[in-house]
């Protein structure tokens, strides 16, 4: 499905979050706290436009994804680029300063043994950021939100996607996603310590940040 996407997945994006995808990138790199010299992972990285944002800090970053094709359409990047799946990671123990991941953790078979195995391969005191579509926080807010994702993002994504069917597996992939104390206690389950989250965009989108401290 991500390999049928793949050709226009970046501009999709940028359509149907009206752009908010840039500003959410940024606060990701802000929540990492990237530092020159440190090594990240960027899982189910797709073209590396995220892994590209994450650079900007001087750290040494590396692109994984599951999708060859995702990983094909962004080679113009000139980021490191690793084909893996995110549960059975190709990296040694203690290998990353950080690990991220940006609405990806939501498609994976088992979400909460890919939260242990990023554990893994993080450092001992290193940390973990997940951006992902969450559960809007105003209730009007949240159904007008629920109301578009299920009806006005698949007409949106006929326009632009190179892939539109696999817009409504997005839709209904968002929807059916635990909500912010929810996956809070899931990373908690995984083995990440002080976790906490940040709401963007009304609780479209939330950062939640955890650390490997053993």
């Given at each position: 499905?991500?390999?049928?996407?793949?050709?226009?997945?970046d501009l999709t994006n940028t359509?149907?979050?009206?752009?908010?995808?840039?500003?959410?990138?940024?606060?990701?790199?802000?929540?990492?706290?990237?530092?020159?010299?440190?090594?990240?992972?960027?899982?189910?990285?797709?073209?590396?436009?995220?892994?590209?944002?994450?650079?900007?800090?001087?750290?040494?970053?590396?692109?994984?994804?599951?999708?060859?094709?995702?990983?094909?359409?962004?080679?113009?990047?000139?980021?490191?680029?690793?084909?893996?799946?995110?549960?059975?990671?190709?990296?040694?123990?203690?290998?990353?300063?950080?690990?991220?991941?940006?609405?990806?953790?939501?498609?994976?078979?088992?979400?909460?043994?890919?939260?242990?195995?990023?554990?893994?391969?993080?450092?001992?005191?290193?940390?973990?950021?997940?951006?992902?579509?969450?559960?809007?926080?105003?209730?009007?807010?949240?159904?007008?939100?629920?109301?578009?994702?299920?009806?006005?993002?698949?007409?949106?994504?006929?326009?632009?996607?190179?892939?539109?069917?696999?817009?409504?597996?997005?839709?209904?992939?968002?929807?059916?996603?635990?909500?912010?104390?929810?996956?809070?206690?899931?990373?908690?389950?995984?083995?990440?310590?002080?976790?906490?989250?940040?709401?963007?965009?009304?609780?479209?989108?939330?950062?939640?940040?955890?650390?490997?401290?053993?």
């Open positions: 499905m991500f390999d049928g996407v793949a050709k226009r997945y359509v149907i979050s009206a752009g908010q995808d840039r500003y959410w990138r940024w606060a990701t790199r802000q929540a990492l706290a990237l530092r020159p010299g440190e090594r990240v992972l960027d899982l189910a990285a797709g073209t590396g436009v995220s892994t590209l944002e994450f650079a900007k800090s001087g750290a040494w970053c590396v692109a994984a994804d599951f999708s060859r094709g995702m990983l094909d359409a962004g080679r113009f990047r000139k980021v490191p680029m690793v084909a893996a799946d995110g549960t059975q990671l190709p990296f040694a123990d203690d290998s990353f300063d950080a690990v991220t991941i940006s609405y990806g953790l939501r498609n994976f078979s088992d979400p909460d043994g890919a939260m242990r195995e990023m554990l893994r391969v993080t450092k001992p005191g290193g940390r973990l950021v997940i951006a992902e579509f969450s559960t809007p926080v105003f209730g009007p807010f949240r159904t007008i939100y629920m109301e578009y994702l299920m009806r006005a993002l698949p007409q949106v994504a006929r326009a632009v996607s190179s892939n539109p069917d696999a817009y409504v597996y997005l839709a209904e992939s968002i929807r059916a996603w635990p909500n912010q104390r929810q996956l809070a206690l899931r990373m908690t389950d995984a083995g990440w310590s002080s976790v906490k989250w940040r709401n963007l965009t009304g609780g479209i989108v939330a950062l939640h940040r955890g650390y490997n401290l053993g």
